[in-house]
T-cell receptor, first 113, second 114 residues
Framework: EADIYQTPRYLVIGTGKKITLECSQTMGHDKMYWYQQDPGMELHLIHYSYGVNSTEKGDLSSESTVSRIRTEHFPLTLESARPSHTSQYLC????????????FGPGTRLTVL | AQSVTQLGSHVSVSEGALVLLRCNYSSSVPPYLFWYVQYPNQGLQLLLKYTSAATLVKGINGFEAEFKKSETSFHLTKPSAHMSDAAEYFCAVSGGTGANNLFFGTGTRLTVIP
């Protein structure tokens, strides 16, 4: 059983609001990831981290930002939400990379009105 | 570069029938391949993965997949479908040791008919 948590599970907000999506894991994994998932589409990597104070952008451009101040915590922030940000956001972690399994959180479904 | 193609966005089978979900990959390096399952309103859960050991990989819930390099395929099968198998299934490829990214297919929604 993977121990990776995301809050909130669902969020409906108005345009222009600042939001932070929380992700935390208790497995001590160094690598963490944020994916964006739209219905009928692939999951796309938007951010990843090798460890504390390390963050990189993924292959899908995103206006969001992330931070990694603690190993277990990898929050994602949108400074000014827009309707185009409406999507499901999935957080994952892994011990290493390549063949290592990525464990996923339950996701946050974001709707921006 | 790595990519995955899942043939069939929707597959319906009768309860007790064979489940076959197709995945073809493209990779410039020896790939690691994964199948994940996603139940409604949940995250992705690993079913099985291929990491260059045995070409026939057994996973959870009675699923298995066979890596066929000559066909660049990694199809997922289960001999007998159960109602609880209804979910979305994603195939993914990783670009080898040190790679940070999983490249996902668009998913296949499996419906099981009683």
């Amino acid at each position: 059983e993977a121990d990776i948590y995301q809050t909130p599970r669902y969020l409906v907000i108005g345009t222009g609001k600042k939001i932070t999506l929380e992700c935390s894991q208790t497995m001590g994994h160094d690598k963490m990831y944020w994916y964006q998932q739209d219905p009928g589409m692939e999951l796309h990597l938007i951010h990843y981290s090798y460890g504390v104070n390390s963050t990189e952008k993924g292959d899908l451009s995103s206006e969001s930002t992330v931070s990694r101040i603690r190993t277990e915590h990898f929050p994602l922030t949108l400074e000014s939400a827009r309707p185009s940000h409406t999507s499901q956001y999935l957080c994952a972690s892994s011990e290493g990379s390549g063949a290592d399994t990525q464990y996923f959180g339950p996701g946050t479904r974001l709707t921006v009105l | 570069a790595q990519s995955v193609t899942q043939l069939g966005s929707h597959v319906s089978v009768s309860e007790g029938a064979l489940v076959l979900l197709r995945c073809n990959y493209s990779s410039s390096v020896p790939p690691y391949l994964f199948w994940y399952v996603q139940y409604p309103n949940q995250g992705l859960q690993l079913l099985l993965k291929y990491t260059s050991a045995a070409t026939l990989v057994k996973g959870i819930n009675g699923f298995e997949a066979e890596f066929k390099k000559s066909e660049t395929s990694f199809h997922l099968t289960k001999p007998s479908a159960h109602m609880s198998d209804a979910a979305e299934y994603f195939c993914a490829v990783s670009g080898g040791t040190g790679a940070n990214n999983l490249f996902f297919g668009t998913g296949t929604r499996l419906t099981v008919i009683p």
